[in-house]
């Protein structure tokens, strides 16, 4: 036997997703997020198709060119079209944000879990371990991984998944320490479920949607990390396109044109706009005193 669902908070639930749809339908700001990250999803996955040079490709006789019907961003200092190179990053920064938010996400979530609805020494031993790597900011992090293996895109991703995973961890375990003496759970309990069912079953499903929004808001987190690491010379490594590389040259030749600083930071700014418009509207949707007012 199985403990009778809570079909109370399915509804609450099913309120919820209704509540998201028309929340999307009805805010302006939050349809233009939807186009943004629509558009950057669509021009990283078909940056081949879309491209109309190779990112790499050098010509100095084209070098510093200013916006034009053939280079609609202009070229860098090596003649190379920055239009193709901000698609290209796009791929980059799209790779590394979903892989840092996924992972984070998978390994977060069930500590969270463990941490809120285990052992009182399990729990301890865990918030020890999420404020040690708190406490280390990001650029630290870097530079002591970037030190023993190099920089890479691997090494991005390992340094802002390891500081990522505190972040959902507490938030999955605020949520379950708060449902753990609900009713649900300790009918489940009294009927000697196992401890994982519990958990998969009953805990998880209902604390993950705090986590969204917090995935949903740390899309361009993750994004502007890796461009200030790759800015830094921590990140990406020449000649592979990525928007911090693109910084950092325009920044290096700010004095000759300004189009490759624009070029660099345009994405950055319209993907950040993006991802908050649907995380606002996330959290307007999914929050309970939110939808009251």
Request: glycine share 8%.
């Amino acid at each position: 036997m199985t403990p009778v669902p809570n079909t109370r908070l399915r509804r609450r639930q099913s309120r919820a997703v209704l509540g998201a749809i028309g929340t999307f339908s009805r805010a302006p700001l939050t349809a233009i997020g939807l186009v943004i990250i629509a558009v950057l999803i669509v021009s990283a996955l078909f940056a081949p198709l879309i491209a109309p040079y190779d990112p790499i490709a050098i010509n100095p006789a084209q070098r510093f060119l200013a916006p034009s019907l053939d280079h609609l961003l202009g070229t860098d200092q090596l003649g190379r079209d920055l239009f193709s190179r901000v698609l290209y990053g796009g791929r980059v920064a799209l790779q590394i944000a979903l892989s840092c938010v996924i992972l984070s996400f998978l390994i977060g979530v069930p500590l969270g879990l463990l941490a809120g609805f285990g052992p009182q020494w399990l729990d301890n031993g865990l918030l020890f371990v999420f404020d040690a790597v708190r406490s280390f900011p990001v650029v630290i992090l870097a530079l002591v991984m970037i030190t023993v293996t190099g920089p890479s895109l691997t090494t991005i991703l390992i340094v802002v998944v390891v500081a990522k995973i505190p972040d959902y961890a507490r938030v999955v375990r605020a949520q379950t320490q708060s449902l753990r003496n609900a009713t649900f759970i300790r009918t489940a309990q009294a009927m000697g479920l196992p401890f994982w069912r519990i958990l998969l079953v009953h805990l998880a499903p209902n604390v993950v949607g705090p986590v969204f929004i917090l995935a949903s808001m740390d899309i361009p987190v993750v994004i502007t990390i890796e461009a200030g690491l790759s800015f830094l010379g921590l990140g990406v490594r020449p000649p592979t396109p990525s928007w911090g590389t693109i910084l950092n040259d325009g920044f290096s030749f700010i004095q000759a044109t300004p189009w490759p600083i624009l070029a660099g930071c345009l994405p950055l700014v319209l993907i950040t706009l993006g991802f908050t418009f649907v995380g606002e509207a996330l959290r307007d949707a999914l929050d309970p005193k939110t939808r009251r007012r």
